[in-house]
Nanobody
Framework: QVQLVESGGGLVHTGGSLTLSCAAS????????MGWFRQAPGEERGFVAS???????????KYAESVKGRFTISRDNAKNTVYLQMNSLKSEDTAVYYC????????????????WGQGTQVTVSS
């Protein structure tokens, strides 16, 4: 069982920056693919970014087109934490952001991860 707890959400102006954190429980954090999703009011939850587990042949990251070049996902396996650095924020980035974990990359990126966090609100105002 893995528990995910997000933090770092809040209110920021357009063009500003914010860093989200997701702390994971458990001793096998490194074996999980970690990711971020978001859900705006009236919309479905959508993929934002993912980062592979350690000890894979390629520690690659993946981003939704809408956030490429602005958002950066990273992980600190010693702290069991994954981060989402968000720069150049736009009003359309306003959403509840969810952390997710799965041992299979495709399960996560397809929106079917084994574990979800409770979400943290990000509001970008003009």
């Amino acid at each position: 069982q893995v528990q995910l707890v997000e933090s770092g959400g809040g209110l920021v102006h357009t063009g500003g920056s914010l860093t989200l954190s997701c702390a994971a429980s458990g001793r096998t954090f490194g074996s999980y693919v970690m990711g971020w999703f978001r859900q705006a009011p009236g919309e479905e939850r959508g993929f934002v970014a993912s980062i592979r587990a350690i000890n894979t042949y390629a520690s690659s990251v993946k981003y939704a087109e809408s956030v490429k070049g602005r958002f950066t996902i990273s992980r600190d396996n010693a702290k069991n934490t994954v981060y989402l650095q968000m720069n150049s924020l736009k009003s359309e980035d306003t959403a509840v952001y969810y952390c997710a974990a799965d041992t299979v990359l495709s399960e996560l990126t397809d929106g079917r991860p084994d574990y979800w966090g409770q979400g943290t609100q990000v509001t970008v105002s003009s």
